[in-house]
């Protein structure tokens, strides 16, 4: 089975700054997905950037990129020039390659970011 | 909006009742899936459907069941509820084999009394 851990289970940024929140996971898979997905107070969960197993290269969304250690199994994403709506829960999910039952999403306990003005 | 929708967005009810929570997923998504959250258990998968057949089961109760009818839209079903079932019950949808992004509806909040 798969997990994924997220401990820090808050952040705080300045306005305008950068930061990071980490996440590693377990799996004995080779190919997978990994995802974040923001939930601000509003409840509703959002993608925000998703990164494919196989692909090198780190994936980007404007402000958000993540860098992806894959024989470290981490996954962490940056958030730069932080903004007010920023501020959310966010989490770091996982799902295996391959579609049908393999494409549940697992989450890990999230973090929540709280950026000051 | 994500183009998925779910009603009620609230419910409130007591323990040893059964509600149905529905929902509807975007145009032209095949799969829907249903997860639960709470402030014990995190985010959990609990079940999934594919065009109108069950694809995968996680940490669903047996209180729990869930359906897709041939129009795509599933239900939730929830019965004997205790206070523990309060949660917040998330549907998303995806178009289906090869696709991974799942997009997901405002969720259905459940407060058991």
């Known amino acids: 089975a798969q997990t994924v851990t997220q401990s820090q289970p808050e952040m705080s940024v300045q306005e305008a700054e950068t930061v990071t929140l980490s996440c590693t996971y377990d799996t004995s898979e080779n190919n997978y997905y990994l995802f974040w997905y923001k939930q601000p107070p509003s409840r509703q969960m959002i993608l925000v950037i998703r990164q494919e197993a196989y692909k090198q290269q780190n994936a980007t969304e404007n402000r958000f990129s993540v860098n992806f250690q894959k024989a470290a199994k981490s996954f962490s994403l940056k958030i730069s020039d932080s903004q007010l709506g920023d501020t959310a829960m966010y989490f770091c999910?996982?799902?295996?390659?391959?579609?049908?039952?393999?494409?549940?999403?697992?989450f890990g306990k999230g973090i929540t970011l709280s950026v000051r003005p | 909006d994500s183009g998925v929708t779910q009603t009620p967005k609230h419910l409130i009810t007591a323990t040893g009742q059964r509600v149905t929570l529905r929902c509807s997923p975007r145009s032209g998504d095949l799969s829907v899936y249903w997860y639960q959250q709470s402030l014990d258990q995190g985010l959990q998968f609990l079940i999934q459907?594919?065009?109108?057949?069950?694809?995968a089961k996680g940490n669903i109760l047996e209180r729990f069941s869930a359906q897709q009818f041939p129009d795509l839209h599933s239900e939730l079903n929830l019965s004997s509820l205790e206070l523990g079932d309060s949660a917040l019950y998330f549907c998303?949808?995806?178009?289906?084999?090869?696709?991974?992004?799942?997009?997901f509806g405002p969720g259905t909040r459940l407060t058991v009394l």
């Open positions: 999910a996982f799902m295996k390659q391959g579609g049908g039952a393999n494409s549940k999403l697992t």
């Open positions: 998303a949808s995806c178009l289906g084999w090869g696709h991974n992004e799942q997009f």
């Open positions: 459907y594919y065009n109108g057949e069950e694809r």
